[in-house]
């Protein structure tokens, strides 16, 4: 089941998450995963397999289309100009809680660093900043995990 949704990894750089995240996509349908600046590629710059994204994500690097861009903003104007809305999962000031994000047809979902998140420069473009709130004594969530939890709910899967 493919959907209009895509996935943007901005500077998300461990090939675990990156792996992770391919999984996850194919589970919910996504229909391309945009790779932004460090975030390393299924396929290394040598034309090589990376067995490392490829073990995580269990042939979902081969089912999903993707691309890799050296910087965000191209992906964004194109993004836009297709009528997609843009969605961070992130932690901010202007953030809503994740299970009231309502969503139309073209969603891009887009996660950052691993320990830094999203650049204030990022959130300022985007249409909605989805935060899932934090009951423990962590500040945050692995990526992975969060993007996880945020596609299912706004997906509604």
């Known amino acids: 089941m493919k959907n209009k949704s895509v996935a943007i990894l901005y500077n998300t750089r461990s090939t675990h998450n990156v792996g992770s995240i391919?999984?996850?996509?194919?589970?919910?349908?996504?229909?391309?995963?945009?790779?932004?600046?460090?975030?390393?590629a299924p396929i290394d710059r040598f034309g090589r397999e990376r067995k490392d994204i490829a073990k995580v994500s269990l042939g979902a690097e081969v089912s999903i289309p993707w691309s890799h861009h050296e910087t965000i903003d191209a992906v964004f104007s194109e993004l836009k100009e297709k009528e997609y809305q843009l969605v961070a999962i992130e932690?901010?000031?202007?953030?809503?809680?994740?299970?009231?994000?309502?969503v139309g047809e073209l969603i891009a979902f887009i996660v950052g660093e691993e320990v830094e998140g999203l650049p204030e420069k990022i959130l300022e473009m985007v249409d909605v900043v989805a935060e899932i709130p934090m009951a423990g004594t962590k500040e945050s969530l692995n990526v992975s995990v969060a993007f996880g939890i945020a596609v299912f709910r706004i997906l509604g899967l």
């Open 91 to 102: 932690q901010s000031p202007q953030s809503v809680d994740y299970k009231d994000v309502k």
């Open 22 to 40: 391919f999984r996850t996509a194919d589970a919910v349908g996504i229909s391309h995963i945009y790779l932004i600046g460090y975030t390393p």
